[in-house]
Nanobody, 116 residues
């Protein structure tokens, strides 16, 4: 049973940093791709970053160079380090696991608000 729980969201000023964490139980890190998505008010959920089962990372153009995704199989966590935050980064951030068996798992989300 996969369970995901995000933490680390909050209010930050423009240009600031936040680190989001996702506690991931029931996940086989070297077999599953893991990612971060976000959903701003009134908008569809959008993909932010992915770390593959092989450890490769890919980012949306809007966050490339500012955000860093990583995971730790011993601590069972997925992390998103966010730097140089902008007002348009304001959203609820979700962690996601793709088990490559046709199943996607989602956390409940954590709110990030960037104030100008």
């Amino acid at each position: 049973q996969v369970e995901l729980k995000e933490s680390g969201g909050g209010l930050v000023q423009v240009g600031g940093s936040l680190t989001l964490s996702c506690a991931a139980s029931g996940v086989i890190f070297n077999r599953n791709a893991m990612g971060w998505y976000r959903q701003a008010p009134g908008k569809q959920r959008e993909w932010v970053a992915t770390i593959t089962s092989g450890g490769s990372v890919i980012y949306a153009e809007s966050v490339k160079g500012r955000f860093t995704i990583s995971n730790d199989s011993l601590k069972k966590t997925l992390t998103l380090q966010m730097n140089s935050l902008k007002p348009e980064d304001t959203a609820v951030y979700y962690c996601e696991v793709d088990d490559h068996l046709g199943n996607d798992y989602w956390g409940q989300g954590t709110q990030v608000t960037v104030s100008s």
